[in-house]
């Protein structure tokens, strides 16, 4: 599973960004369903690596990644009708955000179910996530 192997992920992506030219500083998480739960799942391993997060339906582990999210920018989608994934796994994990400080977005399509890939086809969740940057580490203080 790729929670086991978030190394060779992170290795991936650090051979495509010159491999493509890509600014990485503008290097972003989305996915649907399991995909959506990768996104939440490498963001907050590694947060200091990617501008913003967008997943779409995907399960959350909210005691396990909320604290590597603090800063993250997201937004989240989810149907309303999802039999897949429930909707209260998006609702769970934006509630812990919430609760810790992080202020994400959640988008709830009315009468969408688990397929809700439409979502790719608004321009507003590429401005939105363009206008977000990688957000440098902060040191620890001694």
């Known amino acids: ?14 051979e495509v960004i010159p491999a493509y030219g890509i600014d990485p500083e503008r290097v972003y998480l989305t996915g649907l369903s399991m ?9 907050s391993q590694f947060p200091h690596r990617f501008g913003a997060v967008a997943p779409i339906c995907g399960p959350a582990q909210p005691l396990q990644w909320a604290d590597g999210l ?12 999802d039999r897949v994934v429930p909707l209260r796994r998006s609702r769970d994990m934006v509630q812990a955000l919430k609760k810790i400080g992080n202020r994400p977005k959640l988008t709830i399509l009315s009468g969408k179910g688990h397929n809700i890939e439409s979502v790719y086809d608004n321009d507003a969740v590429y401005d939105w996530m363009l206008s977000k940057k990688v957000q440098p580490e902060t040191p620890v203080s001694a």
């Open 1 to 14: 599973m790729w929670t086991a192997d978030s190394a060779s992920l992170m290795a991936l992506v650090d």
């Open 70 to 81: 603090l800063q993250m920018p997201i937004w989240c989608f989810h149907g309303e009708r």
């Open 35 to 43: 995909g959506g739960s990768g996104a939440w799942f490498l963001g």
